[in-house]
């Protein structure tokens, strides 16, 4: 078994430089080729270590006519991955980069593991998977904080339930990858539904904090909302200005 492995970042585990991030992203991931890749994100996380406001969270409505997917970036991992023991640590030291508990879930969120379909890939790396991560996350609210239309974006085996990514600019680097990992994050759902990009703006506005959806524009970390919330929040300036 020799696999191809990658991770996809969706938000600040991109740019953020506290904690052991920087050194983990030079250790393990090759940033020199990271690509850019369509994804089903949306902000809808209401997040305590980001002023309240909103940060990204996997949503397979985004898939949905209406919505929109984003983009964001798959990292290589520097070596392959010879042996689960090896695909397990590489999950565990993204996790703790997050912050996760114990490096691979938390009540905020979880590791996931998503195998390319067109892939021939040992049951082995499934059934081991499985085995690791169904403990961690089978009464997790991961499975159940979600519209009811939409399917859950990890399954109770800890898997990543979401299409195999597609390439902003198509090099067929994609195809290349054995396994892709990332970081599922519960939303924070209003009365059942993600917050409409006025709430994410108005967050921004209240707490004066704009660092996180700012910096994510800057490395082109996107999704269908952001042309909405950005003149939501040109409109608050505005306002703010004008009283």
């Not at 492995?5 to 990271?34: A, F, H, Y």
């Not at 409505?61 to 991992?77: A, D, E, F, H, N």
């Not at 998503?114 to 089978?138: A, H, Q």
């Not at 892709?180 to 707490?207: C, E, R, S, W």
């Amino acid at each position: 078994m020799s696999l191809r492995g990658g991770v996809i970042i969706i938000g600040s585990l991109l740019w953020d430089n506290k904690g052991n991030r920087p050194k983990w992203r030079k250790n393990n991931l090759c940033s020199e080729n990271q690509f850019e890749v369509y994804i089903p994100i949306r902000y809808g996380r209401c997040s305590d270590t980001r002023n309240n406001t909103y940060t990204m969270v996997f949503s397979n409505k985004c898939c949905s006519r209406g919505y929109g997917l984003g983009t964001g970036w798959v990292l290589p991992i520097k070596t392959k991955i010879n042996l689960f023991s090896e695909l397990k640590e590489e999950a565990k030291k993204m996790g703790e980069a997050e912050g996760l508990n114990n490096g691979f879930s938390s009540d905020w969120g979880s590791v996931a593991l998503l195998l390319n379909p067109n892939k021939k890939i040992d049951n082995f790396i499934r059934t081991e998977w499985g085995k690791l991560m169904s403990c961690k996350i089978s009464n997790h609210s991961l499975l159940s904080e979600k519209l009811k239309s939409e399917k859950s974006p990890i399954d109770s085996n800890g898997f990543l339930a979401i299409r195999w990514p597609k390439e902003v600019i198509p090099k067929d680097k994609i195809g290349k990858y054995d396994f892709l990992i990332a970081t599922v994050t519960a939303p924070t759902l209003i009365k059942g539904k993600y917050p409409t990009a006025y709430q994410i703006a108005d967050t921004m506005n209240k707490a004066k904090y704009y660092d996180y959806f700012c910096k994510n524009r800057k490395h082109k970390i996107t999704t269908f909302q952001d042309e909405r919330i950005l003149r939501r929040i040109q409109k608050n300036k505005q306002k703010n200005n004008s009283g």
